[in-house]
T-cell receptor
Framework: AQSVTQLDSQVPVFEEAPVELRCNYS??????LFWYVQYPNQGLQLLLK??????LVKGINGFEAEFNKSQTSFHLRKPSVHISDTAEYFC????????????FGKGTTLSVSS | GAGVSQSPSNKVTEKGKDVELRCDPI?????LYWYRQSLGQGLEFLIY????????KSGLPSDRFSAERTGGSVSTLTIQRTQQEDSAVYLC?????????????FGAGSRLTVL
């Protein structure tokens, strides 16, 4: 079965600094990869996804992630964060196969301060 | 409907009681998921329904938990003989398939507090 490890539970950064949220997965087969975001007191929403093709994927709000098959990673990056990026970020994986569940990591809390 | 609807939004119950949580997915979405979100545990997968296939129940934590999906639409998650450790936010999501992958739309959740 696939699994997801988010290496940092909390990431504090200052406004306008770059940020990287790390995600590693394990799976014996090809996968689809996702990042979801949960802003304070809001529901989860899709930030970006990797299904196939280019390994660099761009999402909403200036975020991007790179799929690295050899390192089984899908790290999320943003070159300059804003206060409004403060949220919890979840990495998720499913097998590249019909009828499989989406498994989430435990989340990373990004706190942006001025 | 326009989004995934969950009810109740908040439920407080006494230990040992049974509870039912309802999820009304987006019309036309064939897949439906239940997750549990508790502090420090992220999103814990519970159960997954895909069309008419047998559900993936591999995430249900004990036999006190069950779920059904009637007519391929509304789903009910039932927790019997609730325990304090069942306190959490229960999230439902439904999905459409994008290039073979399920992209989830989440409901606002049902917050369960077991006293």
């Amino acid at each position: 079965a696939q699994s997801v490890t988010q290496l940092d539970s909390q990431v504090p950064v200052f406004e306008e600094a770059p940020v990287e949220l790390r995600c590693n997965y394990s799976s014996s087969v090809s996968v689809y990869l996702f990042w979801y975001v949960q802003y304070p007191n809001q529901g989860l929403q899709l930030l970006l996804k990797y299904l196939s093709g280019s390994t660099l994927v761009k999402g909403i709000n200036g975020f991007e992630a790179e799929f690295n098959k050899s390192q089984t990673s899908f790290h999320l990056r943003k070159p300059s964060v804003h206060i409004s990026d403060t949220a919890e970020y979840f990495c998720a994986v499913s097998r590249n196969q019909a009828g499989t569940a989406l498994i989430f990591g435990k989340g990373t809390t990004l706190s942006v301060s001025s | 409907g326009a989004g995934v609807s969950q009810s109740p939004s908040n439920k407080v119950t006494e230990k040992g009681k049974d509870v039912e949580l309802r999820c009304d997915p987006i019309s036309g979405h064939t897949a439906l998921y239940w997750y549990r979100q508790s502090l420090g545990q992220g999103l814990e997968f519970l159960i997954y329904f895909q069309g008419n296939s047998a559900p993936d129940k591999s995430g249900l934590p004990s036999d006190r938990f069950s779920a059904e999906r009637t007519g391929g639409s509304v789903s009910t998650l039932t927790i019997q003989r609730t325990q304090q450790e069942d306190s959490a936010v229960y999230l439902c999501a439904s999905s459409s398939r994008v290039s073979g992958a399920n992209v989830l739309t989440f409901g606002a959740g049902s917050r369960l507090t077991v006293l």
